[in-house]
């Protein structure tokens, strides 16, 4: 079944680039280095920083079949070179993780202390008429609303860290979606798995009032039965936003856990062109305590269940352009259960219309223990440009 999908998806595309008039290309191509001060020297290193650098080249393919027919591909393509890589090889193999049901991720090319990694990330077949829409394939469910914690986006959660990623992560899945107006649509998508705690079937339904958007959605997720919802509106000109999912497991024995996870923000720009965003997030099964957990490098992985460690969490983060040209941005996280923080200053600077510069920092502190006093301090480094 997995190699008929992908022989599909692979002859459409092949065929839109023997029709030139009808593909489009765009992407970027963007240089990051990252100079990490671990808290504590990882086991089998006694050095006390490590570096990586990453020359990553973005394709995003469009083929225009028809009105109604449109095929679609995206691909990242990363050479990742550095000390990081060397001290620990067993990275390679992290890196190299697809967790969709096709596995199209691959390193072409590797030595001791780098190697070239790629991964097809968007590759689906979109097809409208009148107010229906099917999209099969690998694809991005956006069901989220909030800008840092997602409880609704149950089937490709991202991490609020993971900051060079702007397209965020797919899903392999069938996707049907009805407009019922101008301002509502009904969504129910199928994602293939394996196994049953693998694959999900859910809908959602959208609507406005009141000059809100509102969303329901309901359906199983895994091990779990899953029911939740979401708005976005404004209190005086600011925006407002909050979701929340409820979990509960599908069978009375299994390892899977009941949860709700709740998220609301608000953000305001004044006449200053200052940006003022905060948000919370309330997960019921976090810890109260020292968190603990949280690898930053090696353990990703994450879901709209378990978007933290804490039980609460705070968001704050300020935003301002210094010159048409400079912006400036710092973000916080602080777990008051233990005192931990994250914080995160942010620098960028407009060098031409397509070619930007970054400077950033994800800074950690707190006591060992807590859900970020054991990770460290990094500092990256960003060129981009787009084509």
């Known amino acids: 079944?997995?190699?008929?999908?992908?022989?599909?998806?692979?002859?459409?595309?092949?065929?839109?680039?023997?029709?030139?008039?009808?593909?489009?290309?765009?992407?970027?191509?963007?240089?990051?280095?990252?100079?990490?001060?671990?808290?504590?020297?990882?086991?089998?290193?006694?050095?006390?920083?490590?570096?990586?650098?990453?020359?990553?080249?973005?394709?995003?393919?469009?083929?225009?079949?028809?009105?109604q027919i449109t095929v679609e591909a995206g691909m990242r393509n990363r050479l990742l070179m550095g000390s990081l890589l060397?001290?620990?090889?067993?990275?390679?193999?992290?890196?190299?993780?697809?967790?969709?049901?096709?596995?199209?991720?691959f390193i072409s090319f590797y030595g001791d202390s780098w190697y070239v990694h790629s991964m097809i990330d968007r590759a689906y077949i979109d097809w409208s008429s009148g107010n229906w829409q099917l999209r099969v394939g690998r694809q991005r469910i956006n069901w989220g609303i909030n800008l840092v914690w997602n409880p609704n986006d149950v089937f490709n959660s991202f991490s609020y860290f993971d900051f060079d990623y702007e397209e965020r992560p797919g899903t392999d899945a069938v996707k049907l979606q009805y407009y019922t107006g101008q301002t509502s649509s009904a969504e129910l998508v199928y994602k293939a798995g394996d196994h049953a705690h693998e694959t999900a079937i859910a809908g959602l339904y959208r609507f406005s009032k009141w000059s809100y958007d509102f969303q329901f959605l309901g359906g199983r997720v895994g091990p779990d039965w899953m029911i939740g919802a979401?708005?976005?509106?404004?209190?005086?000109?600011?925006?407002?936003?909050?979701?929340?999912?409820?979990?509960?497991?599908?069978?009375?024995?299994?390892?899977?856990?009941?949860?709700?996870?709740?998220?609301?923000?608000g953000d305001y720009t004044l006449k200053s062109s200052l940006y003022l965003h905060t948000g919370l997030l309330y997960n019921s099964h976090g810890?109260?305590?020292?968190?603990?957990?949280?690898?930053l490098l090696f353990n990703p992985a994450m879901s709209a269940k378990n978007l933290s460690f804490a039980r609460w969490s705070l968001f704050g983060q300020v935003s301002y352009p210094i010159t048409p040209l400079l912006g400036s941005g710092l973000s916080a996280i602080v777990n008051p259960g233990d005192g931990s923080l994250y914080a995160g200053p942010s620098f960028t600077y407009s060098l031409q219309n397509n070619l930007e510069f970054m400077l950033t920092g994800q800074l950690f502190f707190g006591q060992s223990g807590s859900e970020f006093g054991d990770i460290g301090q990094l500092i990256f480094t960003r060129l981009k440009w787009s084509f």
């Open 1 to 67: 079944m997995k190699q008929v999908l992908l022989i599909i998806l692979t002859l459409a595309f092949l065929q839109g680039i023997a029709q030139e008039s009808k593909l489009s290309l765009h992407g970027y191509v963007k240089d990051l280095f990252m100079l990490y001060k671990p808290e504590q020297p990882m086991p089998g290193s006694n050095k006390a920083s490590l570096t990586t650098n990453t020359l990553h080249n973005r394709l995003n393919f469009k083929w225009y079949t028809s009105e």
């Open 86 to 105: 060397s001290e620990y090889p067993i990275y390679r193999q992290l890196v190299d993780t697809d967790q969709g049901y096709l596995d199209l991720s």
């Open 230 to 265: 979401g708005w976005a509106g404004d209190i005086r000109g600011g925006g407002f936003r909050g979701e929340i999912t409820h979990f509960e497991p599908r069978k009375q024995h299994s390892e899977s856990e009941k949860a709700t996870v709740i998220s609301i923000s």
């Open 287 to 295: 810890k109260t305590g020292k968190a603990g957990g949280m690898d």
